[in-house]
């Protein structure tokens, strides 16, 4: 099983930009796809972008889709979630997540099995 760590959440203002990081340990990582969550308060938890085993195809959901950016380097076992543009809207606690059983983004979300402790990000206007 993967272990996971976020990092880099804090606090912003509108139109700032923050990078979380993701180390994650484990043989898997590599061939995983990793994602990105966010649960905001009194929100259910959603789906915010995932990127395939080599990095090849990511995936946004349309509401991060031009803002944010999701990469990975499997030599250091980490992913990343750059966040520009950044809105009120989007503040939430940023989870990652692994689904070690494919290797491109199935977008059944229960496959991601894997989970972080949560980074808080906080956009003030």
């Known amino acids: 099983q993967v272990q996971l760590v976020e990092s880099g959440g804090g606090l912003v203002q509108a139109g700032d930009s923050l990078r979380l990081a993701c180390a994650a340990s484990?043989?898997?990582?590599?061939?995983?796809?990793m994602g990105w969550f966010r649960q905001a308060p009194g929100k259910e938890r959603e789906f915010v972008a995932a990127?395939?085993?080599?990095?090849?195809?990511?995936y946004y959901a349309d509401s991060v889709k031009g803002r944010f950016t999701i990469s990975r380097d499997n030599a250091k076992n980490t992913v990343y979630l750059q966040m520009n543009s950044l809105k009120p809207e989007d503040t939430a606690v940023y989870y990652c997540?692994?689904?070690?059983?494919?290797?491109?983004?199935?977008?059944?979300?229960?496959?991601?099995?894997?989970w972080g402790q949560g980074a808080q990000v906080t956009v003030s206007l």
């Open positions: 997540a692994a689904d070690p059983k494919h290797t491109f983004y199935t977008g059944t979300h229960s496959d991601f099995g894997s």
């Open positions: 484990g043989r898997t990582f590599s061939t995983s796809v």
């Open positions: 990127i395939s085993w080599r990095g090849g195809r990511t």
